[in-house]
């Protein structure tokens, strides 16, 4: 990704070499009433890792990046970032520290235009006062051509130039799909979660998501965590992978090693025949 102006990119070796992105999750359990969604679950995302979590329809995959990005509130158990405990911290306060995420079901405006909904997002990076807005003082002029140049770096990024000023709800899935991966960015995450980013999509659109991603992870060093059901791209794109299944951790390691566990295979063979690669 160019950085345009002379201004560093978000993705230069001055920003993401000093990036760190340490996730630790402890003994996580989840309750909703009587039904146990996560059992004392251990996992570990390693700085400049991809990491996916699969596992049959009703494992606890959703339910754990609930529980990492503030959703859920877990009854038993400690997630660490960076050595800090974030287990109660809200939402808000994770973006803040640096853990972006993208959902299963798109949560973009649709009223909004694409670059509007990107916009929204570099709003934690504002360093100027209501007042100094109202009456938009030099400071807030320089600082509004800095989210402007990092939004515009994005768009290139994604190859969504033409679609700029689209309304988002007037776009096909697939691409409102990738506006949502550009407005995550547009955080400067830390810390990437992906909820099923393929769903829904049709192959060429996958093909450009992957593209997307693996030079997010292989060039740029982003961190992530995705939880996937196409199990072609997860295995072809992690560098690990952890496998749930009925709330808990069934297993973990390479994708080469997952694949023949015999655990994992009896797990889908119970839930869909076959292991869909």
Known sequence: MRALRGQPSIFSPEKTGKVQAELEVKNL??????????SEIDISVHTGELVAIIGPNGAGKTS????????????????????????NLSTHAL????????????????GMTVLSN????????????LGLASIFSPSVRREEVHHHRILEELIDFLEIQAIRKELVGSLPYGLRKRVELGRALALEPKLLVLDEPFAGMNLEEKEDMVRFLLELNEAWGQTMILVEHDMSIVMSISKR??????????TEGSPEVVQNHPEVIKAYLGDTGDLGY
Do not use: W
Request: glycine share 12%.
């Open 241 to 250: 992978v952890v496998v749930l299944n009925f709330g808990e951790k069934l």
């Open 95 to 110: 973006t803040g520290i640096g853990i972006g995420r993208t959902f299963q079901n798109i949560e973009l405006f649709p």
């Open 118 to 129: 990107m916009l929204l997002a570099r709003h934690i990076h504002c360093n100027y006062s």
């Open 29 to 38: 359990s989840l309750n909703f009433g009587g039904l146990k969604a996560l």
């Open 64 to 87: 754990l990046l609930n529980c990492i990005t503030g959703f859920y509130r877990a009854q038993k158990g400690r997630i660490l970032f960076n050595g800090r405990d974030i287990t």
